[in-house]
């Protein structure tokens, strides 16, 4: 297997297929936490040559968990991903957590900066820790959502927090209806919550509609966390990617190699074809994107297929005078290819 940037959470789409609440409906909620458990730790003891490279190359932090009033000091690979320190932590557990896959790492405020759950996709080397001043600390909480808002009515918030209003709150992702959003996060609701029918999150709900970039825009700002998940375990990124909403395309039109991987690696389909039947691959010839034509091709995307004007990427590529990446299509071989 090809040495190329792939996502940390190399786990994540199997882990997620087995996390789904409405798999066995006589399955008690307790005998499900533990199956999330058992697949967290099976996943996690597997060896990593990485890991072990970086034995001497630690860092402790004291890692509190509110809910089960437990504190406990934790040594962690800071080149691995928040994701990996999550699955270390998830291993060292002698209780069950409710929704286990929607807990964060959350670096509270301190001097000045304002407290904020560490993104998953990240390294945890990307989140600088004051080990001056002792061992040091995060919480390890539920996602929700961090208010900035200055004096906040906890008591006005938490009313609003209804079965109501969150339907009506789906409802109006459902309909792109972007300032109602607005003004209802404005009002403080948090939008990291699970619709009771659907099981979808307003992020993952967003991430399958067309056209919804306000949409999704409003909602980020609004609180909503990228990674909060799904009652069946998958981000907004799993489920755009599913539903084939042609990501990989924008990814190579404007170059962006490691949301092109990510995007792959979660299902996103090489030969989804736009308005004018390009492929990702034809995006990458007419634009001279050469990393992500690459990426493209070594994942087996097809070289040969044609858009609505009888083109093969090749032939796009000349057209457009992009000589040296037109060279690189021609020459590649089925043997080159490399599967994740």
């Given amino acids: 297997m090809l040495n190329m940037p792939r996502s940390p959470t190399s786990s994540e789409d199997e882990m997620a297929q087995s996390f789904s609440d409405?798999?066995?409906?006589?399955e008690s909620d307790s005998s499900k936490e533990e199956t999330i458990y058992d697949t967290i730790k099976a996943t996690a003891e597997k060896p990593s040559s990485k890991?072990?490279?970086?034995?001497?190359?630690?860092?402790?932090?004291?890692i509190i968990i509110p809910d089960l009033q437990q504190t406990k000091c934790i040594q962690f690979n800071p080149e691995a991903s928040v994701w990996v320190a999550k699955q270390r932590i998830l291993c060292t557990l002698n209780q069950s957590l409710k929704d286990v896959l929607n807990y964060g790492l959350f670096q509270p405020a301190n001097n000045g900066r304002e407290g904020k759950f560490l993104d998953e996709e990240r390294l945890l080397m990307e989140y600088p820790q004051n080990i001056n001043k002792g061992v040091p600390s995060l919480e390890f909480s539920y996602k929700k959502r961090v208010y900035r808002q200055l004096n906040l009515?906890?008591?006005?918030?938490a009313k609003f927090h209804n079965k109501a209003n969150f339907r009506k709150f789906m409802d109006l992702v459902h309909h792109h209806s972007v300032e109602k959003l607005i003004k209802m996060l404005d009002r403080g609701l948090?939008?990291?919550?699970?619709?009771?029918e659907s099981g979808e999150t307003p992020l993952t709900l967003a991430a399958q509609l067309s056209n919804t970039t306000e949409v999704i825009k409003a909602l980020k700002n609004g609180g909503a966390h990228l990674d909060f998940r799904a009652k069946d375990g998958m981000t907004?990124?799993?489920?755009?990617?599913?539903?084939?909403?042609?990501?990989?395309?924008k990814a190579c039109r404007y170059g962006h190699v490691h949301h092109l991987e990510h995007f792959l690696f979660y299902g996103a389909d090489m030969g989804a074809q736009n308005a004018s039947g390009n492929t990702a691959l034809h995006i990458c010839a007419l634009y001279?994107?050469?990393?992500?034509?690459?990426?493209?091709l070594l994942r087996g995307a097809n070289k040969e297929l044609k858009n609505y004007n009888n083109q093969s990427p090749f032939q796009?590529?000349?057209i457009a005078g992009n000589f040296e990446l037109a060279e690189y299509i021609k020459n590649h071989k089925e043997t080159d290819i490399v599967f994740a």
């Fill in 190 to 196: 948090d939008p990291n919550y699970h619709d009771l």
């Fill in 22 to 26: 409405d798999s066995v409906e006589s």
């Fill in 153 to 157: 009515d906890e008591k006005q918030v």
């Fill in 236 to 249: 907004a990124l799993h489920k755009a990617a599913r539903a084939k909403n042609q990501l990989t395309l």
């Fill in 316 to 318: 796009v590529a000349i």
């Fill in 51 to 62: 890991m072990e490279d970086a034995q001497n190359n630690t860092l402790v932090i004291r």
């Fill in 288 to 296: 001279n994107q050469d990393s992500c034509a690459r990426v493209l």
